[in-house]
């Protein structure tokens, strides 16, 4: 079946402008998650929701990064005012089994490359 | 907090050599370990995982040992194939209070094998 999809692939953006990031996940995964790929902090989580709801957002790195989860699907990774240090990879991944189960096994997108000029 | 340390690429093989990488953490409680690997142009794929002590995991020929006495859980693969070139990730889940979601991944390690 379909992967977890992530748009757009590739974003380039001028430092202070606002970047929409969207993720798709698998159909019937009921927990969401995203993580920032940077060549000089490795993977970081940066936030996950189980259904609607955001339990953990400890990971997004200042309040110009914000997400949200509608109808339990889809979900948007927003930063505003974008800065260069923001350039990274930003991946998704999506699971079946509540976020909180030992067997959880999270499915990863092909993630989208932010550059910030 | 949660940490994984794995051995530094790149690591350069010719086919069908034994491969090792090693992966340790450091994790409160009874974390979850993964492999994940990443081929070139695409996203993290999980390769293996083992939920606790002693578990073996296996896929595609790689196995790793869950090692609660040494903290590891190191990657093997008895013979390797140009076509598992990519970067290997190492990662642990907290199991601690239910927060088996954050995945806490290891630097990565670049694998290359040439025919």
């Known amino acids: 079946g379909a992967g977890v999809s992530q748009s757009p692939s590739n974003k380039v953006t001028e430092k202070g402008k606002d970047v929409e990031l969207r993720c798709d996940p698998i159909?019937?995964?009921?927990?969401l998650y995203w993580y920032r790929q940077s060549l000089g902090q490795g993977l970081e989580f940066l936030i996950y929701?189980?259904?609607?709801?955001?339990?953990?957002k400890s990971g997004l790195p200042s309040d110009r990064f914000s997400a949200e989860r509608t109808g339990g699907s889809v979900s948007t990774l927003t930063i505003q005012r974008t800065q260069q240090e923001d350039s990274a990879v930003y991946l998704c991944?999506?699971?079946?089994?509540?976020?909180?189960?030992?067997?959880?096994?999270?499915?990863f997108g092909p993630g989208t490359r932010l550059t910030v000029t | 907090g949660n940490s994984v340390t794995q051995m530094e690429g790149p690591v350069t093989l010719s086919e069908e050599a034994f491969l090792t990488i090693n992966c340790t953490y450091t994790?409160?409680?009874?974390?979850?370990l993964f492999w994940y690997v990443q081929y070139p142009g695409e996203g993290l794929q999980l390769l293996l995982k083992?939920?606790?002590?002693?578990d073996k995991g296996s896929n595609k020929g790689f196995e790793a040992t869950y090692r609660k006495e040494t903290t590891s859980f190191h990657l093997e693969k008895g013979s390797v194939q140009v076509s598992d070139s990519a970067v290997y990730f190492c990662?642990?889940?907290?199991?601690?209070?239910?927060?088996?979601?954050?995945?806490?991944f290891g630097k990565g390690t670049l694998l290359t094998v040439n025919p």
């Open positions: 990662a642990l889940s907290d199991g601690r209070g239910g927060s088996n979601y954050k995945l806490t």
């Open positions: 083992a939920t606790k002590a002693d």
């Open positions: 929701f189980q259904g609607n709801s955001a339990p953990d």
């Open positions: 991944a999506s699971s079946f089994l509540a976020a909180t189960s030992p067997e959880n096994e999270q499915y």
């Open positions: 994790a409160t409680g009874y974390p979850s």
């Open positions: 159909s019937g995964h009921t927990a």
